[in-house]
Structure formats: structure tokens, C-alpha cells
């Protein structure tokens, strides 16, 4: 991408009245701009107080004023701030000069994407920006932290360079197949491509623990009418988040509630009970439970205990159009009105736990069996935060790494192992940035704050 040469201007801090308003200017006349609103002398890295001026040099404010010029900035251009009051109006009024003096209004992400083009941080390290702002947990703070710190990137740079190495010597052997030793037989391009392999496990490994703690598990609460998905809803968030009666059909649309186990956050769906009903706000309800059950990345199905139909019995009849999938957990509730112990057990391969939502037992289970059920360790150390594309692109990666050992192993075929490394780097290097696509940055970066 090329380096822009407009400069932009943006509100850093968030809209509506505060005690500190901030608005940030970077580009190549961003010192020449600022001077002419303030009457700061430019001195690089020094807090300047002063009157704030519009441009016909009528006074809107008095606050501090920097200057950080490019390279030393955050973007690596000319970097220009406004520190003054917080009241929206006035931040709005010197947005207005600004513009007046040739500065453009930043885009979503512009600032952190500039950053990203100046080399100042790669892909990963400027989405972490996004992540710390928007971490719902001191585990995923902390995680966004050392991946901007660079410690997500310096993995991924490690799997390359290795990659790189290992690519050298596989096109050595294609290239001269007259020498007497047998290169791609020889053992040593087999355990290399193995410690590669374990590594990228490993990092994989962490990167679906940081990504979990950023974007969490949506998690649906479905079963019949009364089965006790408000109860649950209510136990698991523990506070009373839902309507709960002993009426059919008093959940009429979706309710969501975020709650975190040991950081790990949760959004749960609590949905209306699937039925035929003749009424048509019900029924509504029912299309949208049944749209959230869709996009679930895990269902808990709920089942009044004195009910004894299998997981498949009860899917069948709440949803007999929709095949069952895999991630389900089977909910016996009620247990306090049949006297049946808490606990978890396995049918095939569905976990079912017995709980009552209305006196708290088996809750704890329950929340033990998802973190379980997604591997989530909150004790595992030197984490990073991750997003689903890095997951993607890791586990591509994997896939091809895992082609190209078939292909030494069964074949002796360096060309096409040789091709299988090529694609694994590729798929690497799209997480800090080095071989992507400029229609992938737009979407990574319109997803930030403006003035980020």
C-alpha cells in the first residue's frame, strides 16, 4: 500500500461531554495546521498551554497542544494533538477549523492503518489496539497488551523463518538431484517439517485461548415451553435477568446476557420455547429462537428431568425439520422435584447434566462442562489475544504443512512439498501482514474506532 499524503484529523476520545477532549491530526501538514489554531512552537514531545484559536483567531478554548514528528509517532507521520476541554460542542468547533484548514476527517481505523502502512506495527500488533479497547476481561486486557507488545507476531515470525529455512533446503534437493545423498530421504527435511508442525500446534494452541477470551462462545438456551430456560438464564447470569412463570410461553423473543467463568465470556441466549402456536407473536419468538439455535456455537438443551426421552427423542420433537448437530449439551432440569442427584454423565458423545436452575445444583457443573467442552484453560501462561481469522489462518497453514509431510512420506515428491510450504507461509504471513490483501485490510481496519 502506498503511503497517503493527506492529513487527517479525528476525536480520539469518546463522543458526548468529558472532562478532556482529545483530537488528534497526523499527515504532512499536521504541524502547520496546529500552529495556526495554537501557539505552539513546534518543539517536538512537549506539552504546550495555551489559548486554542478558530481561524479567524477568535479564542474556543485553552488546553494542551504536542507535536510528535514522524518517524518518532504513533503513526510515523507528523503526528499533531489537541488536549482541551471535553464538552462535545466545543470538540465539534475545532473539528470544523481543522477541516477548514485542509484536514481530512479520518476514517474507522485510518490512524492504526497508517501506522500499519508506515511500519510502525504490523496487522496483528495494530488489531490488538482494537481488542484492548474492546476486552471484556482483565485476562483479555492483559492478552491484547502482549500482543501489541508484539508477542503474537514474534511466534508467528519464528514458524516463518523456520518455514523459510526449511523451503531453502527442500529447492536445494529439487534443484540438484545428481548429488549422491538423497536429501528428501535423509531424515533431516522430516524432522524439521516435525518441529515446525509441534510449534505451529502450540501457538495455535494459545491463539484459540485468546480468541475465546476476546470474542467468548454464544451459547443458546432451547428446549419446550416451561422447561426452565429462564431459571437457567436467571442461575447462570445470577441475577434475575428473565421473566419466570409458570405460563407457556411467557419468553416471547431472545434475551442475551454476558457472563464471564474465570474470564472466559459467555454470551447466553435465552429463547422462546419451541412449539406449533397459533399466536403469531409467539410465533415470531419461536423463528428467532430457532434462527440463534442456527448460529450457535453451542445449544443447551434443556429437558424437564421427568421427561426420559434420548437427546435425539427430544430434538425430534422440538425441531424435526433441522438435523441435530454436534454441539449440543443435554440439560436435565428440575432435579429438586425429583430428588435425583446433580452430576454429569455421557450418551454417546453428549454430555448430560442433571441441575436444578431454580435451587442452584449442578450449576457449577455446568459451567465446569463448558469451559471443558471448548478447552479452555484460564491458567495457561504467556497467552495473546487472537481473532478468528488468525484461528483460520493457522489452521490452513496446519493443513498444508500436514499435506506436504504425505507428500514426503508416501511419494518422495519435493515439488509438490515444496508448493505445500509455500502455501503454509502464505496463510502465516497473512496474520502480521506481510502477504495480504488490501480488500482485507479495509474490513480489518473499518471495524475500529474513528480517531484509532
Known sequence: MQAPNTTICAQTTPPGNGGVGIIRLSGPHALTIGQQLSHNTGQPRHAHYGPIFDCQGQQID?????????????????????????????????????????????????????????????????????????????????????????????????????????????????????????????????????????????????????????????????????????????????????????????????LQETIHIDGLPLHIIDTAGLRDSPDQVEQIGIARAIKAIQNADQILLLQDCREHSSPKQLWQSLLPQQSMPDHITLVRNKIDLTGDPAGIQQEGNIPVIAISAKQGQGIADLRQCLKDIVGYQSTLEGGFSARRRHLDALQRAATYLQQGADQLAYSQAGELLAEDLRLAQNCLSEITGQFTTDDLLGRIFSSFCIGK
Open 62 to 254: 485553552a488546553g494542551i497542544t504536542l507535536y510528535f514528528p514522524g518517524p518518532d509517532s504513533f503513526t510515523g507521520e507528523d503526528v499533531f494533538e489537541f488536549q482541551g476541554h471535553g464538552g462535545q460542542v466545543v470538540m465539534d468547533m475545532l473539528l470544523s477549523e481543522l477541516t477548514l484548514l485542509g484536514a481530512e476527517l479520518a476514517r474507522p481505523g485510518e490512524f492504526s492503518e497508517r501506522a500499519f502502512i508506515n511500519d510502525k506495527l504490523d496487522l496483528a500488533q495494530a488489531e490488538s489496539i482494537a481488542d484492548l479497547i474492546n476486552a471484556s476481561s482483565e485476562q483479555a486486557a492483559r492478552n491484547a497488551l502482549r500482543s501489541m507488545q508484539g508477542e503474537f507476531s514474534r511466534q508467528v515470525d519464528s514458524l516463518v523463518e523456520q518455514l523459510i529455512h526449511l523451503r531453502l533446503y527442500v529447492e536445494a534437493a529439487i534443484d540438484f538431484p545428481e548429488e549422491e545423498i538423497d536429501f528428501l530421504a535423509d531424515g533431516k527435511v522430516s524432522g524439521l517439517l516435525g518441529d515446525v508442525c509441534h510449534q505451529l500446534d502450540s501457538v495455535l494452541l494459545v491463539a484459540q485461548q485468546g480468541s475465546l477470551l476476546q470474542e467468548g462462545m454464544q451459547v443458546v438456551i432451547a428446549g419446550a415451553p416451561n422447561a426452565g430456560k429462564s431459571s437457567l438464564l436467571n442461575a447462570l447470569a445470577g441475577q434475575d435477568r428473565a421473566i419466570v412463570t409458570g405460563v407457556a410461553g411467557t419468553t416471547r423473543d431472545t
